[in-house]
């Protein structure tokens, strides 16, 4: 089986979700080549073949042109599947590859199961298993789903590239708004979710995140409601973390969010639903009603 | 001597055509004042409460003349009563000699005023009066030296206490000098009965004969003139509530307590929907702002104002007929404020006790209704939320509605859809359905009726809100969506008897259904529980136990429901301390109106203020029978910090484990 | 101008989802039905275009299923679209992601549709591929994911967002079709007045047979819970014995407490 992994570049510097790609391919047990649109000052710890554009010339958001070096690197490899990570270069490049070799997507892949690709559905609550009619088709993997694998060596670049303008003109980056407080250093994130009820309760969950000498986190629902500031957002576009440990409060685990936290070190969860799709990467999940739960611990630990 | 006074005494005969017709001319300028209200009034929409006539006519009658409505609140209430009485002596005093003078004597020649009688009309009238003006200091000496807390003094307070002051005090003073001249030497035993005039005589014994007649001659002059005055300035002040006040008691509405306009949402003609601007309230609601005498009461017991919210139910009231006068086009969200409108609980503490039948509720209902259908606004985004999450499934909370029913898995009860032959329809609400705490409430419910031998059925995920938060914040068309859809299942059981455990569901189905088709005996599980033990349907074992009760608004104050609910915990052993409000001065728990949905975000929380009460009986426990209050009360012991002190449970709890075990 | 807003009728997702008969997809008896959140963003960002737009814009609202979409058709007119097509399909949800596009580009091609608005993601399925699917199929300019809008004189000038919070600025001419985001705006609340507007609107019904033009691409063989993860311990009862037995296996698996 013969993979093409899409690579990521941004801002000027090789992402490392690219290296997931990596991971699902050696879990898929198949042979790879890869392409990026990023810069030879900054290629990817691999030893295969690298189709190398210049994101200078091509621009690091630029979909047709990037769909066009894609194609071209296809018709080279002929590969059976084309991955891409399910970020929002890949989830925004994807369906146009797909749609322009009429072929199958399955998207935001979470495992393999025998011959088909299981995704997540429903809120992440359930599962599909989907398989492409021809056996070829786009893939994206889910961000975070698959391990960081790092091949080692120096690719063979073959430089690519496109010319025109493309539909498409990229303006600039903005800045996310200034962080005060940096979850990606952290090692106890205690984090408010929609379960919490109110703003009024956010401090609760505060005094639980101090008494454990720990930082506030928020899931997005929270952030959007105004009750805590974006800068305490884990998710994917908020900060991702890997704390020693994670206390979710009223989280359901919305796959945003999970990417965000789920490889944090130890997993409490607290939530009044037992199925809740947090209790899958938790490693306690306690079935409880946050308010009543929380107090009374912080209550314990601080004494 | 004979008993008896000369009428028209110094002041001579000929006085009484002019007299006559001053008074009319008088009356006429009092008539024209009111007159000028009418195009004020009539920019509101027609409303008929001009029905029943006799009814009303006896209603008005005997609110007034017995003040019943002003001295249920003693401060400043028992002050009015008196001094309306007293007011109202003297008036008919003064109609009876006129009688006497215009009709009696040259007619008749019967002379009533005269021998016994007049002795007697002499003394109560003095007495009238003396009171009368005790009554008046006690006024003067409440608002300007007292200064009670919110109210408002301004120029009309001045010009009508100074006016009847005046009056009084001259009243006295022509009776004294006539006493002076013709009485206090000449009959003493018979001034005697005039100790008021007796007193004001005094004044004059050092004056001249001649000077006398000159000062009782002005003096009687001066008297008429403030009382032409009196007559005038009517309805230019606040004196125009002698009038509007009492008309209120004629206009007051029939219709059960807390009953809403049901819009008809066919009409495809409809633009307006709730009210923008003051045309699109009822005359009735302008004519309210008349009726009204800033006595503040309403203000006093509303608990939005209480804890600092910007809401009082006086000001709106005020603010309606300003914009009738000033500012007809004026937006009425704008002047009352978002705010404002939608701390209301609907408590309608204010409507009750307002001695002015003043009708505060439905005009913050209208204005919400204009927020919500007109501009889509929520008093808040978890409002929002709440009320989506209605309209998917059926409950606030945006739980699956098929597991509506789970909470009753393994009870002794039918689902309706399997077996709808049952006594009863157990409407549970989304409460008790679904929150953890008030799903006990149900459960001991099902245990009760249990016992009683009552077969309930309950509709489980057939039922929905029953969609009374969402059309008290002013969503008549989602609340008549969802009540359509229970409506159309209720009916489809045929179902004879509905009861529920939430006083909202309860005025919903009983009376708001009735305007949408549903009109079957609905109950709320008290007066059913009392029922089922007056014809030891239930028997309990009473245990003894020391409570206060909390008087759920929707339940006392709206469907006068109050003995019952004592009536069966006392049979459960309970010993009541009761609150200082409680019954119809019951303090809300701040759920009602649909802010069962909301966060209180602005003042004190209002469950707190309940909570102290509470605990001030010294009673270790607190007992209601509503899912919101039961709701906000374990909230406020827990925020307030009366975890050690009070324990909130409901009725249904109590009497569930006191059931007597049968042999 | 003419615009177009997608829209998918989704299950509450509070729901608990059972397989259908056919374990494929889940079974859709006692599920509450709603718009897609992603989509309730995108109409309201058509409707406020419109809006600015005025006299001489027209807004049509499309969804493809069984009758029952029609009430999420009718709140999107009640929002502020001034009509609505919908495409009657019973087997909606056991077509790919393909069909459904070349559905709706089907219906789409030779209208004259200048600005397509769709979610980025419906939350049943997920696949966030209709809406860019759509505009390859067409050949429209496309962006996704954006949380900020502004159009003036034929360019769209639109903000995604990227991870980590930053966002990209993009610049494209119509015709396009930007798939929208949560947070793009505050969907509005629909009036009465507006309630009843919509219910004078027209929803032309065109049967799904008369667009349906492609193959399945992707097949669901299975459709079921996650598998339970081993390791993972669920903890039940007392507030005060959870709170007990979490301080130990604080104490126990982490350093947090000593």
């Known amino acids: 089986m013969k993979t093409l992994l899409i690579g ?17 391919a050696a879990q898929l047990g198949a042979d790879t080549a890869m392409l990026l649109v990023g810069s030879d000052a900054q290629l990817p710890a691999y030893g295969g073949t690298l189709y190398l554009a210049d994101a200078s010339v091509c621009g690091e958001y630029s979909p047709d042109l990037h769909k066009q070096l894609i194609l071209e690197a296809v018709q080279k490899e002929n590969p059976d599947y084309i991955v891409f990570v399910h970020s929002s270069y890949g989830w925004d490049l994807a369906p146009r590859v797909a749609a322009s070799l009429k072929v199958a997507q399955v998207s935001e892949i979470v495992g393999l199961v025998d011959g088909g690709f299981e995704v997540g559905c429903c809120n ?33 670049v073959q430089k690519i590239t496109a010319a025109g303008g493309g539909s498409l003109e990229f303006v600039g980056y903005e800045a996310a708004e200034k962080k005060d407080v940096d979850l990606g250093k952290a090692e106890i994130i205690v984090s408010a979710g929609r379960g919490i009820g109110k703003k009024d309760n956010v401090p609760v969950i505060l005094a639980l995140a101090k008494a454990l000498g720990g930082e506030l986190g928020a899931s997005r629902p929270v952030v959007d409601a105004g009750w805590v500031e974006h800068s305490h957002q884990v998710g994917t576009t908020g900060q991702t973390v890997s704390p020693k440990l994670y206390v979710a409060c009223g989280i359901s685990g919305a796959i945003q969010h999970l990417a965000g936290m789920k490889k944090s070190d130890f997993i409490i969860a607290i939530n009044k639903d037992k199925d809740a799709p947090i209790g899958e990467i938790a490693d306690v999940l306690v079935v409880a009603d946050v308010m009543q739960f929380v107090p009374a611990l912080t209550a314990k630990v601080a004494r | 001597m004979e008993a008896t006074r000369q009428i028209y005494w110094n002041i001579g005969h000929g006085v009484v055509i002019p007299m006559y017709i001053l008074a009319f001319a008088a009356v006429g300028v009092m008539l024209w004042g009111f007159r000028q209200r009418l195009p004020i009034w009539r920019q509101g929409k027609p409303l008929d409460r001009f029905d029943r006539y006799d009814e009303r006519v006896k209603r008005m009658i005997t609110e007034v003349f017995s003040q019943v409505k002003i001295y249920r609140v003693t401060d400043g209430g028992l002050f009015h009563s008196l001094f309306f009485w007293s007011f109202l002596l003297l008036f008919a005093g003064t109609m009876l000699v006129m009688i006497q003078a215009d009709f009696f004597t040259p007619l008749l020649q019967v002379n009533l005023l005269s021998g016994e009688f007049y002795k007697a009309f002499s003394l109560v009238l003095d007495l009238a009066g003396i009171l009368a003006l005790l009554m008046l200091a006690g006024f003067f000496i409440r608002r300007f030296v007292i200064q009670p ?88 002040t606040k004196l125009r509530h002698i009038f509007t006040t009492s008309a209120n008691a004629f206009l007051a509405p029939f219709e059960a307590k807390g009953s809403i306009a049901t819009i008809n949402l066919e009409d495809e003609s409809a633009v307006q929907f709730g009210a923008a601007t003051i045309s699109d309230l009822s005359w009735k609601d302008i004519f309210d702002a ?28 005020k603010q309606i007929g300003e914009l009738a006068e000033s500012n007809p086009a004026g937006s009425l969200v704008e002047t009352v404020s978002q705010d404002a409108l939608w701390s209301c609980t609907t408590c309608r503490a204010c409507q009750d006790v307002c001695p002015a039948n003043i009708e505060h509720v439905n005009k913050i209902l209208e204005m919400r209704r204009n927020l919500t259908l007109m501009e889509g606004a929520f008093p808040g985004d978890e409002v929002r939320t709440a009320v989506s999450n209605i309209e998917v499934n059926g409950n606030p909370f945006g739980l699956a509605y098929a597991a509506r029913g789970d909470w009753s898995d393994g009870l002794p009860l039918t689902v309706m859809e399997q077996d709808s032959d049952v006594d009863i329809l157990y409407f549970v609400g989304c409460y008790a359905s679904f929150d953890k705490r008030n799903q006990a409430v149900a459960r001991n419910f ?68 009735k305007d949408l088709g549903l009109d079957i005996p609905v109950e709320h599980y008290s ?22 009760y909390h008087d759920s608004c929707y339940l006392g104050r709206y469907m006068d429901i109050i003995e019952q609910p004592r009536a069966i915990l006392s049979r459960a052993g309970g010993s009541i301390t009761e609150m200082d409000k409680s019954r119809y001065d019951s303090f809300c728990c701040s759920a009602g109106g649909g802010r069962i949905m909301a966060e209180e975000k602005m003042g004190s929380k209002i469950s707190e203020a309940r909570i102290r009460m509470a605990t001030e009986t010294g009673a270790p426990l607190l007992v209601s029978n509503c899912p919101f209050c039961l709701t906000m009360f374990e909230d406020g012991i827990k925020t307030g910090g009366a975890e050690e002190v009070l324990r909130v449970r409901d009725l249904a709890e109590i009497v569930a484990e006191r059931i007597a075990v049968t042999q | 101008m003419k615009l177009l807003v997608c829209i ?76 609505a097509v919908h495409i009657q399909d019973t087997a909606v949800s056991a077509k790919d992601p393909w069909q459904i596009s070349s559905i709706i580009s089907t219906y789409v091609q030779g209208k004259g549709f200048d600005l397509i608005f769709t979610g980025m993601q419906s939350q049943d399925r997920g696949s966030a591929q209709v809406g860019v699917t759509v505009a390859e199929q067409l050949g429209f300019a496309c962006t996704t994911t954006i949380v900020g809008f502004d159009y003036a004189d034929g360019t769209v000038t639109a903000k995604r967002e990227l991870e980590g919070g930053i966002k990209g600025v993009v610049k494209l001419k119509t015709p396009a079709l930007v ?9 509005r609340y629909p009036t009465l007045p507006n309630i009843m507007k919509a219910k004078r609107k027209e929803i032309t019904v065109i049967p799904v047979a008369d667009l349906l033009t492609a193959d399945l691409l992707a097949t669901t063989t299975s459709f079921h819970p996650p598998a339970k993860k081993g390791g993972g311990i669920v903890l039940e009862g007392d507030v005060g014995e959870l709170v007990d037995k979490v301080i130990a296996i604080l104490k126990d698996k982490t350093a947090v407490l000593r």
């Not at chain 2, 004294?176 to 009959?187: D, F, H, P, S, V």
């Not at chain 3, 499309?62 to 007119?77: F, N, Q, T």
């Not at chain 3, 798939?179 to 969907?187: E, F, H, S």
């Open chain 1, 8 to 24: 990521e570049y941004r801002e000027g510097k090789l992402l490392d979700s690219t290296y997931e790609l990596f991971g699902f």
């Open chain 1, 124 to 156: 992440a609550k359930m599962r599909r298993t989907v398989k492409p009619a021809s056996g070829r088709g786009v893939l994206t993997i889910q961000a975070g789903a698959y391990p960081v694998l790092q091949p080692g060596g120096s690719p063979a």
């Open chain 2, 149 to 236: 807390k919110g109210l408002e003094i301004v120029k009309d307070d001045y010009i009508v206490l100074q006016l009847l002051f005046a009056i009084l005090i001259t009243g006295f003073l022509i009776e004294g000098a006539r006493m002076a001249a013709t009485e206090l030497q000449q009959n003493p035993a018979l001034a005697l009965f005039s100790p008021g005039g007796l007193l004001a005589g005094q004044l004059f014994t050092a004056l001249t004969p001649d000077a006398l007649l000159v000062t009782h001659k002005i003096l009687w002059w001066l008297h008429f003139v403030l009382v032409l005055g009196f007559f005038c300035a009517i309805p230019y």
């Open chain 2, 290 to 317: 008349d009726a009204c005498t800033s006595c503040k009461r309403c203000q006093d017991r509303c608990p939005a104002h209480t804890t600092d919210k910007p809401l009082s139910p006086m000001k709106i009231v």
């Open chain 2, 446 to 513: 099902i245990k009760v009726c249990a016992a009683a031998g009552v077969k309930v059925g309950i509709l489980g995920k057939e039922e929905k809100c029953c969609g009374e938060p969402v059309r008290k914040l002013g969503n008549e068309y989602l609340y008549q969506m969802t009540a359509a859809e229970n409506i159309e299942v209720i009916k489809a059981y045929n179902v004879k008897k509905i009861v529920t455990t939430c006083p909202h569901c309860f005025n919903t189905l009983a009376r708001d259904y």
């Open chain 2, 527 to 548: 007066t059913y529980i009392n029922t089922l033990l007056n014809s030891e349907k239930l028997t309990l074992t009473p245990e003894p136990f020391n409570f206060t």
């Open chain 3, 8 to 83: 998918k009728q989704v299950p509450d997702l509070e729901s608990r989802f059972k397989p259908d008969a056919a374990g494929v997809w889940y079974n859709e008896t006692d599920l509450a039905f709603r718009m897609n959140e992603y989509d309730e963003y995108a109409v309201e960002q058509a409707v406020q275009l419109r809006e600015k737009l005025g006299e001489g814009t027209e807004l049509t609202v499309l969804s493809i299923g069984p009758d029952r979409v029609v009430e999420a058709i009718k709140k999107a007119l009640a929002m502020g679209c001034d009509n």
């Open chain 3, 179 to 187: 798939t929208c985001q949560l947070g793009l705006n505050v969907p």
